[in-house]
């Protein structure tokens, strides 16, 4: 019997992966590292730092030139998220548009989010 395709873990849209391009040419390292984290109002928040390596467990998505890397422990709360890169005229942030997230507090930084089901 054919399996179904896996969905990607993390995209990027063309904004995100423009900018990230960026600042990984400027500092030099190879992937973006995308997770969590227990903070803020609540319960989680994102968290994203530019790395050299991945570490052991690590999955890694490769997505419109951009390596990421999804920190193991966020796997099942990433899923199917797509980290985009918005401008306006107060703020130029990353966001996520993260399908298993439930809730988030009053200023956007803090989130709740249900690990996918299994299948």
């Known amino acids: 019997m054919a399996r179904r395709p896996r969905p990607k873990l993390v995209t990027l849209t063309d904004a995100a992966a423009a900018r990230v391009s960026e600042i990984m040419s400027d500092k030099g390292t190879g992937f973006l590292r995308v997770g969590v984290t227990n903070g803020g109002c609540a319960g989680m928040e994102y968290v994203m730092d530019y790395v050299d390596a991945p570490e052991p467990l690590d999955e890694i998505v490769e997505d419109k030139g951009v390596k990421i890397v999804v920190d193991a422990k ?6 199917g ?35 996918a089901a299994a299948e």
Do not use: M
């Open 74 to 79: 966020a796997v099942l709360f990433l899923l």
């Open 81 to 115: 998220s797509v980290v985009d890169y918005e401008t306006t005229l107060l703020h130029e942030k990353f966001t996520f548009s993260n399908p298993n997230q439930t809730d988030a507090c009053g200023c956007g930084e803090s989130v709740t989010i249900v690990p």
